[in-house]
T-cell receptor, first 114, second 113 residues
Framework: GENVEQHPSTLSVQEGDSAVIKCTYSDSASNYFPWYKQELGKGPQLIIDIRSNVGEKKDQRIAVTLNKTAKHFSLHITETQPEDSAVYFCAARIPPNSGYALNFGKGTSLLVTP | DTAVSQTPKYLVTQMGNDKSIKCEQNLGHDTMYWYKQDSKKFLKIMFSYNNKELIINETVPNRFSPKSPDKAHLNLHINSLELGDSAVYFC????????????FGPGTRLTVT
């Protein structure tokens, strides 16, 4: 099945700096790559996603890039704020025969210090 | 107003008991999922349901059984609970078509003593 690797496992940045989280996937048939933010005691919240026919997508301070050849994708957060502190998960999905389920990376705990 | 809701939020029970977790979504989605998050925060798919049909089951023990009374609900029944079942269980749903954009519920923290 699909294997998703995520790095780093922890990331500490100062407020205003940028944060980058990287993921790789194993199955070239994967076609959908979402990123989730999980705050303490809450469920994962979809923050941005990218499909395999697109190389980059941006939404205000967050952006995602996808390199299909290398099978890796990254989350970029600019001008970080303390409220960005959370655990971030990348995921990948293989087309229909997987039942539409997501395979998640192991998460990155991001801490933004004032 | 919550899109995907779960009850209960916390569940503490003893080994060997049978328990259920309920999930409801008001988004009109036609696929629902159960994920398990272990103590290391690793999220893993357990089941997904599409139009009342189970379409995947990822090596989950048969003590776990999903039940979908209608398109808006997917409940999780667990028999003969074991210590290793302690985790946070998340329900999610996604829209029809290509089934992108899964939306997660707030989770149910299950503790087996």
């Amino acid at each position: 099945g699909e294997n998703v690797e995520q790095h780093p496992s922890t990331l500490s940045v100062q407020e205003g700096d940028s944060a980058v989280i990287k993921c790789t996937y194993s199955d070239s048939a994967s076609n959908y790559f979402p990123w989730y933010k999980q705050e303490l005691g809450k469920g994962p919240q979809l923050i941005i996603d990218i499909r395999s026919n697109v190389g980059e997508k941006k939404d205000q301070r967050i952006a995602v890039t996808l390199n299909k050849t290398a099978k890796h994708f990254s989350l970029h957060i600019t001008e970080t704020q303390p409220e960005d502190s959370a655990v971030y998960f990348c995921a990948a999905r293989i087309p229909p025969n997987s039942g539409y389920a997501l395979n998640f990376g192991k998460g990155t705990s991001l801490l933004v210090t004032p | 107003d919550t899109a995907v809701s779960q009850t209960p939020k916390y569940l503490v029970t003893q080994m060997g008991n049978d328990k259920s977790i309920k999930c409801e979504q008001n988004l009109g989605h036609d696929t629902m999922y159960w994920y398990k998050q272990d103590s290391k925060k690793f999220l893993k798919i357990m089941f997904s349901y599409n139009n009342k049909e189970l379409i995947i089951n990822e090596t989950v023990p048969n003590r776990f059984s999903p039940k979908s009374p209608d398109k808006a609900h997917l409940n999780l029944h667990i028999n003969s609970l074991e210590l290793g079942d302690s985790a946070v269980y998340f329900c999610a749903s996604s829209p029809s078509g290509n089934h992108y954009e899964q939306y997660f519920g707030p989770g149910t923290r299950l503790t087996v003593t």
